[in-house]
């Protein structure tokens, strides 16, 4: 059996064992037990992955699977990890876990909210493993169905109405997704051979450009709307604020993910002539994003607001750095997502907390909560200062991967760009600064928040294993690094042999 | 090649103690956790004066001229071919001078801060804190690139703003800390920045190679790239924005009055002995690039220091927070520091400023710890900050008073004190170099005299204050560090610091220029003589002389309204006319015209859904209609 097949079976088997359970407690045990294993997996599979490595195996993929399961349109189920996709698939299952752990206490139709969120996270293994990409697309639909559901019936505040402009959005993208898979399908093939989804396969091929210029940007808005590109970035503050925490954390923390991983595979990887001509367009519109999202969050009054709005802003860093096409960019807009996924898995698990306490997510209605609550306090605190780039925390080494990267571009247009997204580093602490004062610091504004309590062991849990790795990354990430590294070196030469870098000035 | 590489645990001890007095503290009793960070930076402290001995004597470095080694390095992230981020640690004249100086103030403040904090919540909070910006600032000054020294830039900037912020129950506390982070972070975009164009035209950040006179940096083709300056130039400039933020310099200093807010040792180590001179260190590092690669980057430095050091010296004429004349007199003292880099050249006797500066930061950092010391001692007797409450406090406080008098003389520069030495050599490298500086920097030096000794008469001379407790001294935990310090302010001008720390490593002959140095302590003397008749009683010379320079004593007391400026700008532009617009644009516009979308398919299909109606009679009606019409239109319209 193949080890990636059990990213796909484990939380299969966890939904199986889950129907099984009659009361909560037992729901709740099992799927961490399930989702405990996965983590297991995946702390193996990059065992695996670099020992293979090591032997000397330079194969693009490794832990490669193919078979045909739909023959008439040539569609398969074709698996394996390159380390991209290997980081990938280790950022989910944290958060997963993480997730997990954050919503321990839910108690409204306890069987099926497990259910759909480990469906939910299957759909993103599923996707992050495929090589096949009618298959990949498929489980990215998987991925985004349950999502309606958990905020739907989950959710809080105008929930119906966030979890329909959520769906309706993504859909949207997804119907634009669908157009360019379509067109790379019937296009990519040369004249006289099968028609073929395989990524792999594609890539040595080459799609014309009159059609690369059409298809470009459909796939990258497709996917971009998931990664919150400006101006398809709305969904998220709506979406995330209505969301119950476990679904906040996943979907900032990793479904917002597949929006980079897929504009990387797909669009760039797929159609680099097409995207060398149009990089400029979108690395505005990112650039946009990046500055734009920062100063939307400064004056925010929400938590969730706040950090969906610094979601906002910090993908946006990443489909930026991508579109710069140069390996110590898309190193850090790799390990950006990595990071940017573990940290705001954690600042949405702390709002989670916190607002379960408190029933308020207005910064204004608190303040003073470090004394009543230092572990949840100072944990917030440490998360803050991940995301506003501390040295020895991951958010650093992203963004100075992706600053340096990016200001590498031999183009003076690319550069100055890179100045203007640098700026945000300083808009950054000033949000960050300002609900960590207000919330966290001073004097205790509200008499009923002296008697609450600080976290229990399951919150703890789920935070430090989020915390943890963020502090890994960011003391010793040259392995990471590496991994991903030794990936993009083919993968970027391909992008670059195509076409010379567009010189806009 | 002298083995250097035990120098690496100096910075780890702290580290080590920060993870386990942060980890464990709350379980220790307060004073363990206290006297295990103390113990802790003694044994770095010892480290760094081994260092030292060996490296400036009993190694034989001399001979060659002190070069720069590297004992230790591993790389940390690969970024591109050319490009990885390392750590390490160099050593080098100015590195093991900066040893001594954070390790020595560090664990004066250490074991003056046993005494201070006893009974304080949080106590093993603030020696986790003091272990962490140890650490920090010890990994910066050790940096063997500059990227490390970015790195730990950062990590100094975050213990400062932890510490400052320390009674974080104190809103005013939250305020200052959040200042203090947000400007120096403001300020260290430009050092990225810098960083970013530096490494993109030289592919390196190794300071040696870029300090190297044939390295890529120096040799880098000059011309102008944008407006008027080189490439260098402009990399430069933005990197010493980063060292102006850190060090306080106009107009960049305004988070340092606010982060007295912190506990006043805290404002001791930081915010005058160490992490504010990074900015100092910063550029002396860079040293031979800016000298010879970009003079005029050099000069805005130089200007940025003597306009900074005369701004702040006439601020601190009229604040009465003694703490906030501390600071803008550390603010004042760094101008010096900055102006003498600004007014050197490299090498040999060239290179006077550079060995002036390093030499004044190094006094500096004896007399100036000691008066933040000796104020701490002062605010613990009387629990005040403010002059007005103090007075005749000599005959409470002998020890205290005795060793802020010695900081005082030391800081106006009277001879033999350590300040006179090393002010004085900066006055002889700005009167080579640039008169106009020159003679701001004499200005300054009355100022300075005068205002040091309006704050020492003011606390133990002037008024016969009642106190509702009798104030007495410290205990010896604290009192013993301001002997100590007291000890170096006098001694320390002895050092032979031009056969030591010069720009290139060999020493050159360095004398006393009588010329210069004799009107510069008349004029120390003339402002002491004028705190002394003004001061030493209570008099009502000072509120006339405030009346005589009427509007400008204003503008200095309110400190040139920059806070104001500074408030308007971000209150009024960045909140007001950026931020919210971007809210509001971003729910109404962007967002709107989403909800558009959706509310036009709402109503069309509103409007179409009538045809759906199930009742057979309409469906009839519609299909006899429809097909009437189509065979009109067949029969006649084709």
New interface residues.
């Given amino acids: 059996m193949n080890i990636l097949s059990l990213f796909i079976l484990i939380p299969l088997l966890t939904i199986i064992a889950i129907l099984f359970t009659s009361n909560m407690k037992q729901t709740r045990v099992v799927s961490a037990i399930g989702m405990g294993i996965q983590l297991i997996l995946a702390g193996l599979l990059v065992f695996l992955y670099l020992t293979e490595r090591n032997t000397g195996n330079t194969a693009a993929m490794l832990f490669y699977y193919d078979a045909v399961w739909f023959p008439t349109l040539n569609i398969h189920y074709t698996i394996g990890v390159d380390g991209i996709s290997v980081a990938m698939i280790a950022l989910t299952s944290l958060v997963v876990f993480a997730g997990i752990f954050a919503s321990w206490m839910v108690d409204y139709l306890y069987r099926e909210f497990f259910i759909s969120l480990i469906l939910l996270a299957s759909g993103v293994f599923g996707f992050f493993i495929s090589l096949d990409i009618f298959t990949m697309f498929l489980f990215y639909e998987l991925a985004v169905i349950p999502m309606y559901l958990l905020i739907g019936l989950w959710g809080s505040g105008p929930k119906e109405y966030s979890a329909m402009k959520l769906t309706l959005m993504l859909m949207a993208g997804s119907a634009l997704l669908f157009v360019a898979i379509l067109g790379i399908y019937f296009y990519s093939a040369p004249a006289g051979s099968q028609l073929t989804f395989n990524l792999l396969e594609i890539a040595k091929n080459h799609i014309p450009i009159e059609m690369q210029r059409f298809l470009f940007p459909f796939a990258f808005i497709g996917f971009g709307v998931l990664g919150a590109l400006f101006p398809f970035h709305t969904w998220s503050p709506d979406g995330h604020a209505s969301a119950p925490t476990a679904v906040s954390m996943l979907h900032a923390g990793v479904l917002m993910k597949l929006g980079g991983y897929g504009v990387f595979r797909i669009a760039i990887y797929l159609m680099p002539e097409a995207a060398h001509e149009q990089a400029w367009i979108f690395l505005i519109l990112t650039g946009i994003s990046v500055v734009y999202g920062a100063f939307g969050a400064v004056v925010q009054k929400d938590l969730k607001y706040i950090n969906a709005y610094s979601s906002v802003s910090h993908c946006g860093l990443v489909l930026f750095a991508i579109l710069m096409m140069n390996q110590t960019a898309l190193n850090g807009a790799v390990i950006q997502m990595i990071s940017h996924g573990l940290m705001t898995a954690l600042f949405f698990a702390l709002i989670g907390m916190i607002y379960g306490r408190t029933h308020t997510r207005l910064i204004n209605e608190m303040g003073g909560l470090m004394k009543v609550m230092p572990f949840l306090g100072v944990v917030y605190v440490i998360a803050g200062l991940a995301s506003l780039g501390l040295p020895g925390l991951s958010g650093f080494v992203a963004e100075m991967t992706i600053f340096i990267g990016s200001f590498q571009h031999t183009d003076t247009f690319h550069r100055v760009l890179t100045i203007v997204a640098t700026s945000s580093i300083v808009i950054t602490a000033v949000y960050i600064l300002r609900v960590v004062g207000t919330l966290l610091l001073g004097p205790i504004k509200n008499d009923h928040f002296l008697h609450l309590t600080d976290a229990l062991w399951y919150e703890k849990l789920s935070t430090l294993t989020l915390l943890l790795s963020i502090a890994a990354i960011g003391m010793a990430p040259l392995w990471l690094s590496d991994m991903i590294n030794f990936s993009l070196g083919p993968i970027v030469e391909k992008i670059n042999s195509v076409a010379t870098v567009a010189h806009l000035f | 090649m002298v083995d250097y590489t035990y120098t690496i645990l100096i910075p780890l001890i702290p580290f080590v103690l920060f993870i386990l007095i942060g980890l464990t503290g709350h379980k220790m009793k307060p004073i363990v956790s206290g006297l295990i960070g103390t113990a802790g930076l003694g044994i770095a402290a010892i480290l760094s004066y081994i260092t030292a001995i060996r490296y400036f004597w009993t190694d034989h470095l001399a001979e060659t001229g002190y070069k720069s080694i590297k004992a230790f390095e591993i ?6 071919d050319k ?1 990885t ?1 390392n750590l390490g640690s160099l050593i080098d004249p100015i590195s093991v001078m900066m040893l001594i100086v954070i390790t020595t103030v560090s664990l004066m403040v250490h074991i003056y801060s046993i005494g201070y904090m006893k009974g304080e919540r949080g106590y093993h909070r603030f020696f986790a804190f003091l272990s962490l910006f140890s650490f920090s600032m010890l990994g910066l000054v050790m940096a063997t690139n500059i ?1 490390q020294m970015y ?2 830039w ?2 100094v900037g ?1 213990s400062s703003f932890l510490l400052i ?1 320390f009674y ?4 005013s506390a ?2 200052a800390s ?1 200042k203090a ?2 400007v120096t ?2 300020a ?2 430009g050092f ?2 810098g960083i ?2 530096l ?2 035209n030289t592919g390196t950040f190794d300071f040696q190679l870029l300090t190297s006179p044939t390295g890529p940096a120096i040799t880098m083709p000059g011309g102008a790239a944008f407006m008027g300056l080189s490439v260098l130039t402009w990399s430069l400039i933005f990197i010493f924005m980063g060292g102006a933020g850190k060090s306080a310099m106009f107009p960049l200093h305004i988070w340092l009055p606010d982060a007295m807010e912190g506990p006043t040792p805290v404002s001791a180590l930081i915010h005058a002995a160490t992490m504010v001179v990074a900015g100092v260190y910063l550029v002396a590092r860079l040293f031979p690039v800016y000298a010879l690669g970009a003079p005029d980057a050099l000069t805005v430095v130089g200007w940025v220091g003597g306009i900074s050091s005369l701004f702040a010296a006439i601020i601190a004429c009229t604040q009465t927070d003694i703490k906030r004349v501390l600071a803008y007199s550390t603010m004042s003292q760094i101008g010096y520091m900055m102006l003498a880099l600004g007014v050197s050249g490299y090498g040999g006797e060239n290179g006077l400023g550079f060995m002036a500066s390093n030499f004044h930061l190094f006094t500096h950092a004896m007399f100036k710890a000691l008066l933040f010391l000796g104020a701490g001692a002062v605010i613990h007797a009387v629990h005040s900050n403010d002059m007005k409450d103090m007075g005749g406090l000599r005959k409470y406080l002998p020890i205290t008073h005795i060793t802020f008098l010695i900081a005082c003389i030391t800081i106006a520069g009277i001879p033999p004190l350590a300040g006179f030495w090393s002010k004085d050599e900066i006055m002889v490298a700005a009167w080579h170099h640039n008169k106009i500086l020159f003679s701001i920097e004499y200005l300054v030096a009355g100022l300075t005299a005068f205002y040091m000794f309006r704050l020492y008469y003011s606390i133990f001379w002037s008024k016969e204050t009642h106190y509702h407790h009798t104030p007495h001294e410290a205990p010896y935990v604290m009192t013993i560090p301001l002997m100590i310090l007291a000890f170096g302010s006098i001694f320390a001008g002895f050092l032979p610091f031009h056969a030591l720390v010069t720009s290139d490593g060999l020493p050159f002959e360095s004398h006393l220029d009588w010329s210069i140095a004799i009107p510069s302590v008349l004029i120390a003397l003339l402002g002491i003589i004028s705190a002394t008749v003004m001061y030493r009683k209570t008099s009502a010379i000072p509120d006339k002389l405030a009346g005589f320079f009427g509007q400008t004593y204003k503008w200095a007391f309110h400190k040139f309204y920059i806070d104001e400026v500074y408030l308007f700008v971000t209150k009024k532009i ?2 007001r006319y ?3 617009p ?2 509001w644009f ?1 729910r109404h516009i ?2 709107g ?2 909800n558009l979308v ?1 509310r036009v398919v709402e109503n069309t299909s509103k409007l179409i859904k009538g045809f759906q109606s199930g009742r057979l009679q309409q469906y009839g009606y519609v299909f006899v209609t429809g097909a009437i019409a189509l065979v009109l239109i067949f029969v006649y319209l084709w």
């Fill in positions: 790389t940390w992230l690969h970024l591109t490009l981020i990227f790195i730990f950062e990590l975050v912020g974080y129950e104190k809103p939250v305020a959040k982070f947000i972070r403001f260290d975009l990225l920045i970013l164009i490494s993109f960045i909140f950026i931020s919210a971007v809210a971003d962007v967002d015209f989403m959706a």
